[in-house]
T-cell receptor
Framework: AQTVTQSQPEMSVQEAETVTLSCTYD???????LFWYKQPPSRQMILVIR??????QNATENRFSVNFQKAAKSFSLKISDSQLGDAAMYFC??????????FGQGTRLTINP | DTGVSQDPRHKITKRGQNVTFRCDPI?????LYWYRQTLGQGPEFLTY????????KSRLLSDRFSAERPKGSFSTLEIQHTEQGDSAMYLC????????????FGPGTRLTVT
C-alpha cells in the first residue's frame, strides 16, 4: 500500500523568507509521480509542482522547488521569497500506475507580513 | 469556464436524508475521480470512472454511496440515509486517459449533516 506522511501540521514564515515543507512516502513501485498541491481557504486544489520518480533532476516552478530523495523516500517543497498569497494548506501526494492520488495529511502554511 | 465544475457548492441536510452531488469534468477528459476530504485531512480516494465504466471503488464507499457516469460525461455521487460522519468536502477531478498524473480538481461540494 502507498502512504504519504507530512509531519508538520503547521508552518509559518516571514514574508520574503524561505520555507521548506517536509513529506515522506512509501511505495513498492519504481515508477510513480509525486506532487505538491496547494489548497487556499475555501478554494480549490491547485497543482504546485510535479516530480517524476525516474527523473533525478529536482523539479522547479518559479519560486517553488523540490528536494527529491528517492532512496530516502523523501520529497520536500521549498518556497522562496514567500508571499502573502502562498498562505494555504499544502498537500503532498503520490500516484503510481494510472489510478488514484494518495494524499498526506497536509501542512497549513501561514505567511507573516 | 472550461474547468471542472461541481454542484451544489454547499449542502446542508438532516441525518437520514438522501443527497446527490454532480460533477462536470473538463469536456475532453474521459477519466473522472471522486475524493472525500474531512476537516483538517487530505483528500481520500472514493472511486473513479473511465468513460461510463466505474473501474475502482474504495472501501470507504459503503453501500450507502453510489456513483454513476451514465453517458461518460457528468457524474453523480449519491449518499443515502446520510450520517453525521458523512460531513465532508466531496471533490471531483478529471484527467485524460493515461494522464492520471494530470488531474484537475473542481471546487468541491461541502456537505454538512445535522
Amino acid at each position: 500500500a502507498q502512504t504519504v506522511t507530512q509531519s508538520q501540521p503547521e508552518m509559518s514564515v516571514q514574508e520574503a523568507e524561505t520555507v521548506t515543507l517536509s513529506c515522506t512516502y512509501d511505495t513498492s513501485e519504481s515508477d510513480y509521480y509525486l506532487f505538491w498541491y496547494k489548497q487556499p481557504p475555501s478554494r480549490q486544489m491547485i497543482l504546485v509542482i510535479r516530480q517524476e520518480a525516474y527523473k533525478q533532476q529536482n523539479a522547479t516552478e518559479n519560486r517553488f522547488s523540490v528536494n527529491f530523495q528517492k532512496a530516502a523516500k523523501s520529497f520536500s517543497l521549498k518556497i522562496s521569497d514567500s508571499q502573502l498569497g502562498d498562505a494555504a494548506m499544502y498537500f503532498c501526494a503520490l500516484i503510481q500506475g494510472a489510478q488514484k492520488l494518495v494524499f498526506g495529511q497536509g501542512t497549513r502554511l501561514t505567511i507573516n507580513p | 469556464d472550461t474547468g471542472v465544475s461541481q454542484d451544489p457548492r454547499h449542502k446542508i441536510t438532516k441525518r437520514g436524508q438522501n443527497v446527490t452531488f454532480r460533477c462536470d469534468p473538463i469536456s475532453e477528459h474521459n477519466r473522472l475521480y471522486w475524493y472525500r476530504q474531512t476537516l483538517g485531512q487530505g483528500p481520500e480516494f472514493l472511486t473513479y470512472f473511465q468513460n461510463e465504466a466505474q473501474l475502482e471503488k474504495s472501501r470507504l464507499l459503503s453501500d450507502r454511496f453510489s456513483a454513476e457516469r451514465p453517458k461518460g460525461s457528468f457524474s453523480t455521487l449519491e449518499i443515502q440515509h446520510t450520517e453525521q460522519g458523512d460531513s465532508a468536502m466531496y471533490l471531483c477531478a478529471s484527467s485524460l486517459t493515461g494522464k492520471a498524473y494530470e488531474q484537475y480538481f473542481g471546487p468541491g461540494t461541502r456537505l454538512t449533516v445535522t
